[in-house]
């Protein structure tokens, strides 16, 4: 799916589904659960680290069915966090089932929101891809100085 209005029943900004409330926000383990932390690094080589961690992982768990599209949800998720959130902290990913939630800790607690940019603009576009390849993402602060922004994928 590449077009914008592909998923309109994605519940933006919504809460995580159980299971994965469960984990980022109650702390339980997840079954497979890979995390990649970027040490405050703010430079345009974080997203290629990120989509080779996303490969890398998933190619282990044998869930390259979703590769290419978690490698996109990804790389718009830590472009956000470096460009509006000060910085990506951490990227994590977790699979439960069919499901695989793609989770980025950024240092801001700034709510991302969706563009409406011109057909000449530049940016602003990320977060209506991750709208159309997931079917829910959503943002939540469980502790006090980071955001995590989530997105799900169902294989």
């Known amino acids: 799916m590449t077009t914008f209005d592909a998923r309109p029943q994605a519940a933006i900004g919504s809460r ?7 984990v980022l926000v109650d702390g339980h383990a997840g079954e497979f659960d890979a995390v990649f932390p970027f ?11 990120a989509r080779r961690f996303v490969d890398q992982t998933l190619t282990a768990w044998g869930v ?3 590769a290419f599209d978690a490698q996109l949800v ?4 830590v472009t956000n966090a470096m460009r509006h ?7 994590r990913l977790l699979s439960h089932g ?11 607690h700034t709510v991302p929101v969706t563009a409406a940019p011109d057909v000449f603009s530049e940016f602003g576009r990320g977060l209506r891809l991750v709208d ?4 829910a993402w959503g943002w939540l602060s469980p502790s006090g100085s980071r955001k995590l922004v989530w997105a799900v994928l169902v294989g």
Do not use: F, K, N, Y
């Open 132 to 135: 159309a390849l997931c079917s």
């Open 74 to 77: 990804v790389s718009e998720l």
């Open 16 to 22: 995580p589904p159980g299971w994965l409330s469960s």
């Open 64 to 66: 390259m069915e979703v």
């Open 39 to 49: 040490h405050q690094r703010i430079e345009p080589s974080c997203v290629a680290t």
């Open 98 to 108: 069919a499901e695989l939630a793609c989770v980025v800790a950024d240092h801001s």
């Open 85 to 91: 959130g000060g910085g990506v902290a951490q990227l």
